[in-house]
């Protein structure tokens, strides 16, 4: 695959389409066209392909779970162009959306896709790591360090600080510290146009139930537990950047 190769999965050709090709080749992409199922199983089965697949009254939901499964083992990225509500009315029990990221239809933000692109053809994923022990950020930072850029920060002051000058894919933070706690410091990133979109979860030893609501009413995008294992919290970290869903204009990069 080239390094800036692109698929674009559609059933038939109009001047959208035709114009989003255009616009992905002015930024640099080579593009290639598809317009059959076999072509577009071809493509998500590719290791890290990007595949855009525009959906259809007679695109098969089915079929795009079968390819969202496929890409998550090849590590394929999908992006997905219109609306599953109005698609797909009568969706599985359970259902919400695939892994991947969502544009409501045509003509689409192409700053928004291209920056996707961009942020998934990256390896290495950025994470601050927000703890007052440091023997759990010397810990963090050794389970997570082989995998990807790991910072640390030991307070909830510093971590706003940090995150108003560094652009990072995920904050690890911790519950209870001096100053500023973990929930307070979610409260302000929240608060902050420039921050309010940074994922952020939790990892703390408070497994409590009034600390977990507490926590959950914030909306995190996790909650990891410090006894886990040092296997398991990886874990937990690589499958939330496998299952991310970002919707345009919504979700951050």
């Known amino acids: 695959m080239n390094a800036k190769e692109v698929y674009v999965y559609a059933e038939f050709q109009n001047?959208?389409?035709?114009?989003?090709?255009?616009?992905?080749?002015?930024?640099?992409?080579?593009v290639r066209s598809i317009s059959n199922y076999e072509s577009a199983q071809m493509a998500v089965e590719e290791e890290k392909s990007h595949v855009i697949i525009i959906l259809t009254a007679h695109t098969e939901l089915q079929q795009l779970i079968t390819w969202s499964e496929q890409a998550q083992l090849v590590n394929a990225h999908l992006y997905f162009v219109g609306n599953l509500d109005e698609l797909?009315?009568?969706?599985?029990?359970?259902?919400?959306?695939?892994?991947?990221?969502?544009?409501?239809?045509?003509?689409?933000?192409?700053?928004?896709?291209?920056?996707?692109?961009?942020?998934?053809?990256r390896d290495e994923k950025r994470i601050l790591v927000v703890d007052d022990e440091p023997i759990m950020l010397r810990s963090a930072k050794v389970w997570l360090g082989d995998d990807f850029d790991v910072a640390?920060?030991?307070?909830?002051?510093?971590?706003?600080?940090?995150?108003?000058?560094?652009?990072?894919?995920?904050?690890?933070?911790?519950?209870?510290?001096p100053g500023l706690s973990g929930p307070d410091v979610l409260k302000v990133l929240r608060r902050n146009e420039q921050t309010k979109n940074i994922p952020v979860i939790?990892?703390?030893?408070?497994?409590?139930?009034?600390?977990?609501?507490?926590?959950?009413?914030?909306?995190?995008n996790g909650y990891i537990l410090k006894s886990m294992s040092p296997e398991e919290i990886k874990e937990s970290v690589v499958d939330f950047f496998k299952n991310r869903i970002i919707t345009s204009g919504v979700d951050s990069l």
């Open 15 to 30: 001047a959208d389409i035709q114009q989003l090709e255009e616009q992905l080749r002015d930024f640099g992409y080579y």
């Open 88 to 121: 797909y009315p009568e969706k599985p029990s359970g259902f919400t959306k695939m892994p991947g990221v969502y544009f409501s239809g045509l003509p689409l933000d192409i700053q928004f896709l291209t920056e996707a692109i961009e942020y998934n053809r």
């Open 152 to 177: 640390l920060v030991n307070s909830g002051e510093t971590a706003i600080s940090y995150l108003n000058v560094h652009p990072v894919d995920l904050v690890l933070l911790d519950h209870r510290m």
């Open 202 to 220: 939790f990892l703390t030893a408070r497994n409590d139930k009034e600390s977990i609501v507490q926590v959950m009413a914030l909306k995190p």
